[in-house]
């Protein structure tokens, strides 16, 4: 008797750690994060890789963004994000986010400190643009 309720005040314990180390996606979101690569809308010759330190940058703090390009401020305001189940160019999106109540929805992929934008599909002229946090 004394070890199932050993084991039960165990899996007690392990669940609630367990639930409370998953974050909301404005957590996961949060901070600063650095374009790396870049797919659709290729130019010849042109490398859609970008090094660390390249200054395009997307920042989130709660419901507010900023949109950096070369290091420069180009864009900032509100966005709000909605739970999505959709694949795009044969990769899963798990949210969709909407930039200053614009109509046009942008997927995104949330996943292990990597974010990827997916804005319309890469065979009708889309772009993919995958971000590392900071």
């Known amino acids: 008797m ?7 005040a ?6 609630t750690i367990m639930s409370c180390e998953k974050k909301s996606v ?12 870049i797919e659709g809308i290729q130019v010849a010759n042109v490398d859609p890789n970008f ?15 900023e949109r950096y390009y070369d290091g420069k401020k180009e864009e900032s305001g509100t966005f709000t994000i909605t739970p ?3 694949t795009i160019n044969n990769r899963k999106a798990n949210y969709s986010i909407t930039f200053n109540n614009n109509t046009e929805k942008t997927y995104l992929s949330l996943l292990n400190n990597k974010l990827i ?5 890469i065979a009708a002229d889309g772009t993919e643009s995958t971000y590392e946090k900071q």
């Open 2 to 8: 004394k070890n199932i309720l050993n084991l039960a």
């Open 84 to 86: 999505e189940d959709t």
């Open 117 to 121: 934008l997916f804005n319309g599909v």
């Open 51 to 65: 090094k660390p330190g390249n200054g395009n940058l997307l920042k989130f703090e709660g419901q507010k963004y």
């Open 26 to 37: 404005l957590e996961e979101l949060n901070g600063s994060w650095e374009l790396r690569h």
């Open 10 to 15: 165990t899996l007690v314990v392990l669940l």
